[in-house]
């Protein structure tokens, strides 16, 4: 059974850095892509940043140039730095499997990212 917990939330102030964490268990995690969703409050969850087996990487737009993901196979883990944070990244940030690459496993509770001064 896939279990996904996430880590590294908290509230930053703009311009701040935070770093997220996902520990990913049953022994799926090398041979799946792997991406950051966030969801704001009235918004639906969107697929931010993934990497692929490869390592390939694709962000979205927003956050080109800001997020870096990563991935460690040997640690069943995946990272999201996250840096020039701005209050539009306030969101609660996700980790999992890429809809269209074989659908989500079942979700974590997530991490509350807030940006604000």
């Known amino acids: 059974q896939v279990q996904i917990e996430e880590s590294g939330g908290g509230l930053v102030q703009p311009g701040g850095s935070l770093r997220l964490s996902c520990v990913v268990s049953?022994?799926?995690?090398?041979?799946?892509?792997m991406g950051w969703y966030r969801q704001a409050p009235g918004k639906q969850r969107e697929l931010v940043a993934y990497?692929?087996?490869?390592?390939?990487?694709h962000y979205v737009d927003s956050v080109k140039g800001r997020f870096t993901i990563s991935r460690d196979n040997a640690l069943s883990t995946l990272y999201l730095q996250m840096n020039m944070l701005k209050p539009e990244d306030t969101a609660v940030y996700y980790c999992?499997?890429?809809?269209?690459?074989?659908?989500?496993?079942?979700w974590g509770q997530g991490t509350q990212v807030t940006v604000s001064s």
């Open positions: 999992n499997r890429p809809y269209e690459y074989g659908g989500n496993y079942p």
């Open positions: 049953g022994n799926i995690f090398s041979r799946n892509a």
């Open positions: 990497i692929m087996t490869g390592a390939q990487t």
